[in-house]
């Protein structure tokens, strides 16, 4: 896995990242390559711990996905939730006096088949919840507009 040309939003201890990968354009849709990514040290490279393959998100989504980010890091919004239109990645963000809380939840139709098949028996979602800087948000935000809408 390379971390060129990917979006990223890492933790504050920097322990913690959700990456957006291989970005590909389909008529109005984008399709993208979500992972949860961990390490124990920030000196030790994260390793994905659950990835979802092909997730398709219509550009007008991941658009107003980068700038409710965009507000949020720049104090204009206090919460905000990204739903997918279809299976996808859920994003619940909500500010607090120093940082904000991220609460992320991946569908697990898009993983691999032990995953796949936990959600055909009702386990649809798993998530993950992490605190970031308005920086980390600013960055996400930079690298959702580039990877979307890179010519």
Known sequence: MSFDSVAILKDERDLLWLMFDDFRARGDDRIVDIHFLARETPDQPPVPFLSAWGVVEPAAGLRSLADSVGKMAEGELRALRHDPI?????????SG?????VVLWLDMVDTNPAFKARAMRGRHQTG?????????????RAGLLQLAWAS
């Open 97 to 101: 006096q120093h940082s904000f809380e």
């Open 128 to 140: 993950m919840r992490m605190f970031v800087n308005a920086d980390a948000l600013a960055e996400l």
């Open 86 to 94: 279809g299976p996808g990645l859920s994003m619940e963000v909500k």
